[in-house]
């Protein structure tokens, strides 16, 4: 089987993918292979890519999420049969199949493995941030993030209007360290600002809280992979994005589809930012 290998992090410039050749793994007691389809390409690909995430080591086959078929099960896996369409929320989804533990795979039946490869983390992250860290009431106002300078003044004011000036109850943030003290700005008294990512450069979390304490705000930094770290966690989330998925409703905005081959590529487009929608690896078994 073809695996993206990353034998040492770099940036997106010097990233050279080697394509390797590796005999397909045999699952072990509750593992199972999936023989993938399409690998998701996310911003967390590229912080481990450049060596920026504690803990990550090389060579690596990056990637977090994937659908496919399953090829094989391990011993004590009772609820996946061969050939089941899945979907997967592991690393190493950057290659042909991917050995994993049971409990991050989820049968599909009427969603493609294309949209749902495309949707998993994404739409999984907004309901942990929306339902799990902070739940938004019914009737909540959600309001996005802006990229630059001249548009801050506008959010500041449309979130003062919004709110009768007041300031919003809570904030989701990915842009991180420079956008706190605006992020703080805009929440009312005793609100929360969620940081979820770094997009705009590092933020020192300690700081944060004690900036956030300060001026009477609470801060808290969450991510999905540290908090979801069994099944009995992820079902409450994956359910209700599943049955989104199989509604029809989701609008799914892809991209571009890349090989095995085309990753440095793919990686040089996301942190160019001038994509819009999802970055797609398509793998074996897809036309
Ligand atoms: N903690 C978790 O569990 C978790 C899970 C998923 C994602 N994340 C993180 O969340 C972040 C966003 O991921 P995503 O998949 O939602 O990405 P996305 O769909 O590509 O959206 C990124 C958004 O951020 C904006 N942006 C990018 N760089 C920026 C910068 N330097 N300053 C201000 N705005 C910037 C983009 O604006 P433009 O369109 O103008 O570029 C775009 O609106 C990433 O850091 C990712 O690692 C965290």
Known sequence: MKVALLEQPGDETAF????????IPTPGKDQVVIRLEYSGINYIDTTMRAGKLPGTSFPIVLGCEGAGAVHKVGEGVTDLAVGDPVVVYAFGTYGEYLLTDSWRVFKLDKTSTKIAAATLINACTAQFLVHEVFQIKEGGIVIGTVSSQDKIQVAQAFVAELTNGQGAEAVFDAVGGPLL??????IKPGGVLVNYGSL?????VDEAKVTAQQVGK???RVGLGVTITNRE??????KPVKDYMDSGKAVVNIYREYSLEEIGQAHLDLVSRGTTGKLLVRLAGTG
Do not use: Q
């Not at 050279?16 to 005999?23: A, G, T």
């Not at 705009?200 to 020192?204: A, I, K, N, V």
């Not at 966690?233 to 994956?238: K, V």
């Open 16 to 23: 050279k993918i080697k394509i390797k050749d590796i005999p």
């Open 181 to 186: 003290d605006v992020n703080l700005s805009l």
């Open 200 to 204: 705009g450069g590092p933020l020192d």
């Open 218 to 220: 609470d801060f808290k």
């Open 233 to 238: 966690l992820m079902l409450p989330i994956y």
